[in-house]
């Protein structure tokens, strides 16, 4: 059974920093693609910034861009998102996904993952 807990959500001030971190299991973690995807209240959910392990490959929606970085640690099968200078807007819940049909160029598409966590919520007050 595929598991996807992610942790590191919090209330920060605007121009703050967090990192996300998702624990994967029942997944062979070092295939294909992962993604951090993210919801705001009313919003639908975008793709933010995904992870190809082969090749090591990132993808990025331009709105965070210079600012969050994803990466992983295959060893201790955990995905992360480093997310700095945060702004207002970065405020909701984040998700981790896996099990992306498709390549590179889906895996900001929230649609094509089959595998999901519940969630971690960021909040960011000015």
Known sequence: QVQLVESGGGSVQAGGSLRLACAVSG???NRGYMGWFRQ???KEREGVAAIGFVASSTRYVDSVKGRFTISQDAAKKLLYLEMNNLKLEDTAMYYCAAGLNGG???AL???RYTYWGQGTQVTVSS
């Open 109 to 111: 598409s929230p649609g």
């Open 40 to 42: 705001a209240p009313g």
């Open 27 to 29: 997944y062979t973690f």
């Open 104 to 106: 590179l160029a889906n």
